[in-house]
Every structure is written in structure tokens, then in C-alpha cells.
């Protein structure tokens, strides 16, 4: 007699599931207003289990975002140096956070609330990537604008991932595709703007 055996989940993706929900949650309750039996209902398991992925609230929220800042790192990279250019390099780039800030707006606001509560180590991490992240940008902008100072370089891709990452406060008012849009028309036009005048 054949035994049929049920599919086992991935662990991988369990926990890529534990850290959307909980990404979910944070930005909805806070990372204080939320606990470890909340997040574990959400993916259909129990508080204790949790803890066979993550050692607790404070090393998910660290993963959560030291993985996000790790992909947008590397995304950024691989787009660069696909590029023929650096007009279409920007253009990558710029199209890559819009993606980042459309698909996860949750992340976002997690981040812009609860880097606080990572343990110090996983921040400086977190840090480190985010400023590589800025300085794959500045390098294709000062090869677009040689003239401005790196500083204002630095200032101007700060202000447009202000800008882009402005979903969380405008999810679901446009379609997609027309939101991605206007979001691209404004960041090349502040960035061609406020940078060419420096």
C-alpha cells in the first residue's frame, strides 16, 4: 500500500511568511502592541513556535529589516551595472524603489518607527547597507551631474526616497501602474531640478 505524505512546508518560506505578517502587524499596532502569539495566529501557528524560527520579537524585527535593506542593496547593484548608462542607471534605480514602495508599505513605516527597538549590533547593520544603498545612487548621479557636490547629491537622494516612500500615507488611491507613473515623473524632475541648480 502507497503511503501518501502531506507536502512539508518550506522552512524558508514559513519564515518569509512569519515576516510579512509580522510586518503587517507592526505597521498597523506598533511593535510593542503586538505579540508573539499574534504574529504566530496570523501565519496559522502557535506563540512557542515562533520561537523554532526567530529567538524573539526583537531578532524578527531585525531580520525583517536587515533582509530589506540587504535586497534593496543588491537590487541596486545588479540594476547599476546592467545599465548602458548612467540615464538608464537612475532610471533602475528609481524604478526599483517605486517597486520597494508599492509592493511593501508595511516595511516602510516599520522601518521609519521601530529601527529603534533592533538590538544595536543588527542597527549598525542595518545602517551600513542603508548607506551603501544612498551611495550606489550618488555615484550614478555625480555621473550625471558632475558639477554638484557630493553633499547636495546625498540631500537630493534622501529627499526622493521621501517622496517614493510616501505610499503607506497613498496606498490604493491610484492604480498601480499610474501611481508608479506619476511617481517616476516627480522623482526625475526633483532630482534634475534641485540637483542641477547646486
Not at 30 to 55: C, K, M, N, Q, W
Amino acid at each position: 500500500m502507497t503511503v501518501v505524505r502531506s507536502p512539508t512546508r518550506v522552512p524558508g518560506r514559513r519564515r518569509g511568511e512569519i515576516l510579512a505578517a509580522a510586518a503587517t502587524l507592526f505597521a498597523a499596532r506598533g511593535f510593542h502592541g503586538v505579540s508573539t502569539e499574534e504574529i504566530g495566529a496570523a501565519v496559522g501557528i502557535s506563540g512557542p513556535a515562533l520561537y523554532r524560527h526567530f529567538d524573539g520579537k526583537e531578532s524578527l524585527l531585525a531580520e525583517m529589516l536587515l533582509d530589506i535593506s540587504e535586497r534593496l542593496r543588491g537590487a541596486a547593484v545588479e540594476r547599476v551595472t546592467r545599465a548602458a548608462d548612467g540615464a538608464e542607471a537612475l532610471d533602475a534605480l528609481i524604478c526599483g524603489q517605486i517597486d520597494f514602495a508599492l509592493d511593501h508599505p508595511a516595511l516602510i513605516t516599520v522601518h521609519d518607527r521601530e529601527l529603534g527597538n533592533v538590538p544595536e549590533a543588527e542597527r549598525r547593520r542595518v545602517r551600513r547597507l542603508q548607506r551603501l544603498y544612498v551611495e550606489e545612487w550618488v555615484t550614478v548621479l555625480s555621473e550625471l551631474y558632475p558639477s554638484a557636490r557630493p553633499a547636495r547629491l546625498r540631500a537630493a537622494t534622501h529627499a526622493v526616497f521621501g517622496l517614493l516612500n510616501s505610499t503607506p500615507h497613498s496606498a490604493g488611491e491610484l492604480p498601480r501602474a499610474e501611481m508608479a507613473e506619476l511617481l517616476h515623473r516627480m522623482a526625475r524632475v526633483a532630482l534634475h531640478t534641485f540637483v542641477n541648480e547646486g
